[in-house]
């Protein structure tokens, strides 16, 4: 298996662009997870997907901040319009229904830059 | 869910046990002890995870005291790829994994 593939692995943009970052979760995976990760903030979880359905968008930092899971097989994560304090590292993790299997597999992540 | 206490960092001989403390005095009944690490730029990657009875597993042992209320992740004969840092997180019924500082282990030749 080629585990989680999140695209592009860096991304350089200036500030106000559209970002959209990109996640294949493992086959087979009904659940989604983004992170975000910063030095001052840490690793910290934005939203996450069962069965494609958002099911707590509580970590979303605000209304620039947009994902979706049109399908089992991808998602994204937008920022629009970005700012320089968005620059952290994106994490997608995926794994099965809890209770089947406890782990969730990680992704290596995006590191996004907004100048 | 439980809040999770961790040292900052730690050091380690390379082929010592690297012995990792973590604290979690609000356990409740059913929130589980989990354990993760990351590598320098990496994801970060599951190691073990255990309720109250002490777990073993390829990468490592994690011992969960009677009352609870602190475990210890032991890497038996830690090598410097095991230089990370180390999560320990207490789940609940939920999908979430609430990170937190972690401890700093530099294993060192």
């Known amino acids: 298996d080629a585990g989680v593939i999140q695209s592009p692995r860096h991304e350089v943009t200036e500030m106000g662009q559209e970002v959209t970052l990109r996640c294949k979760p493992i086959s087979g995976h009904n659940s989604l997870f983004w992170y975000r990760q910063t030095m001052m903030r840490g690793l910290e979880l934005l939203i996450y997907f069962n069965n494609n359905v958002p099911i707590d968008d509580s970590g979303m930092p605000e209304d620039r901040f947009s994902a979706k899971m049109p399908n089992a097989s991808f998602s994204t994560l937008k920022i629009q319009p970005s700012e320089p304090r968005d620059s952290a590292v994106y994490f997608c993790?995926?794994?099965?229904?809890?209770?089947?299997?406890?782990?969730?597999?990680f992704g290596p992540g995006t590191r996004l830059l907004v100048l | 869910d439980a809040k999770t206490t961790q040292p900052p960092s730690m050091d380690c001989a390379e082929g010592r046990a690297a012995n990792l403390p973590c604290n979690h005095s609000t356990i409740s009944g059913n929130e589980y002890v989990y354990w993760y690490r990351q590598i320098h730029s990496q994801g970060p990657q599951y190691i073990i995870h255990?309720?109250?009875n002490n777990e073993t597993n390829e990468m490592a042992s994690l011992i969960i005291t009677e009352d609870r209320k602190s475990s210890t992740l032991i890497l038996p004969h830690a090598t410097l790829r095991d230089t990370a840092v180390y999560y320990c997180i207490v789940r609940g019924n939920t999908d979430k994994l609430i990170f937190g500082t972690g401890t700093r282990l530099q294993v060192f030749p």
């Open positions: 993790a995926s794994s099965l229904p809890r209770g089947l299997e406890e782990t969730q597999y």
């Open positions: 255990g309720l109250k």
